[in-house]
Every structure is written in structure tokens, then in C-alpha cells.
Nanobody, 117 residues
Framework: QVQLVESGGGLVQAGGSLRLSCAAS????????MGWYRQAPGKEREFVAD????????TYVDSVEGRFTISRDNAKNTVYLQMNNLKPEDTAVYYC??????????WGQGTQVTVSS
């Protein structure tokens, strides 16, 4: 059974930082795109960032460019999202995603990030 398990969410003040982790099991994602999406209350799920299998090509939504950094460790089958200078509008449930397409077919259960002003 393929599982993506996120961790690292929580409550932080504006300007603070969090690091999300997503550990995959049941399948290797070392040749797949892996990324992060988020869904705020009352809004549709949106793309945040993703990275190719090598980690050399990364893509970000404009609103997080320069503040968030995605990285991956294929040996650990894990992808990370370092989030700095967080803003209240970053408040959402963050979902890990992976697979050969964009978005991939595999999703995590989500982790809550809440940024207070």
C-alpha cells in the first residue's frame, strides 16, 4: 500500500518558519515529480511547489517564491518544504503529492499550517 505521510505542521506567528516533511512508503518515488499543494478554508486546493526526480528543477506558485524551498532526499523517499517568512494567507492544510504526472496520483492526508497575525 502506497502511503504519503506529512508532518511538521503547526501554529506559528507571522514571520516565523516551519519545515514540512513527507515520507513515502510502499513505492519509490525517486523517478517521479513530488510536490506540495494546499487548501485554505472555503477555497480550492492549489499548487504550491514541486520538484523533479533529481531535485534540480523546482517550481513555485508566485505567492511563495523566495519564501518557500522544496527539496527531496530520494534515499529516504522523502520530500520537504521549508517555509520562511510565513504570512496569515499561508494558513491552509498542506498536502504532499507524488507520481509520474503533475499532479501525481498519490496524496497524503494533509497537515495543518496556521499562521497568526
Amino acid at each position: 500500500q502506497v502511503q504519503l505521510v506529512e508532518s511538521g505542521g503547526g501554529l506559528v506567528q507571522a514571520g516565523g518558519s516551519l519545515r514540512l516533511s513527507c515520507a513515502a512508503s510502499g513505492r519509490t518515488f525517486s523517478r517521479d515529480v513530488m510536490g506540495w499543494y494546499r487548501q485554505a478554508p472555503g477555497k480550492e486546493r492549489e499548487f504550491v511547489a514541486d520538484t523533479t526526480w533529481s531535485g534540480k528543477i523546482t517550481t513555485y506558485v508566485d505567492s511563495v517564491e523566495g519564501r518557500f524551498t522544496i527539496s527531496r532526499d530520494n534515499a529516504k523517499n522523502t520530500v520537504y518544504l521549508q517555509m520562511n517568512n510565513l504570512k496569515p494567507e499561508d494558513t491552509a492544510v498542506y498536502y504532499c503529492n507524488g507520481g509520474p504526472s503533475r499532479p501525481g496520483e498519490y496524496w497524503g492526508q494533509g497537515t495543518q499550517v496556521t499562521v497568526s497575525s
